[in-house]
Structures are given as C-alpha cells and as structure tokens.
C-alpha cells in the first residue's frame, strides 16, 4: 500500500481548530492535511509559513498527511503563530 502514495512539497497557509492544516502545495493546488502520530507524540510544532512534505493516496489528492516538517520558516520566532498555542 505504501507504493501506491505520493509525496509533495508545499507551505501551511492555516491551522484549524481540529488539528488540521490548510497546505498550499508547490504547484498551487491547497489540501487539507494532518499530522501524524509521531508528529504529535514528540509534539513536533508547525506553524504558518512552515515547509512540510505531505503524503497523499494517489486516489484522493485533495486530503494528505503532513509527515516531515523541513526548516522552520524564516521569520522571528515571536512572529509566529503556533499550533495548540496562543500567543499574546
């Protein structure tokens, strides 16, 4: 099964409530995606503007999940807006 997904690279443009994320893509498509589990075990942060690697199913290309994220973005870290946190 794991032959059959596809990796692409792209940017987080949002963070929902829920734990997803709006991706815009490098070929500008957005999707939706989710972190994985080890993501969120080691509570792994992302946060707008990040580059991440989302793993898509060749079936369904408009949901994927986020499985590495790359470099944080390159902003102040005070500048940021991170996941699960808000900040004042």
Do not use: C, H, W
């Amino acid at each position: 099964m794991n032959d059959e997904l596809k990796v692409f690279a792209g940017r987080i443009e949002t963070i929902m409530t829920d734990g997803r994320f709006g991706v815009r893509l490098d070929d500008e498509r957005r999707i939706l995606a989710y972190a994985t589990g080890r993501n969120r075990r080691f509570q792994i942060r992302s946060a707008v503007g990040d580059r991440v690697d989302v793993e898509m199913s060749a079936y369904d290309l408009t949901t994927g999940r986020i499985v590495l994220p790359d470099e944080p973005a390159r902003m102040p870290f005070d500048q940021r807006i991170l996941f699960g946190r808000a900040r004042t």
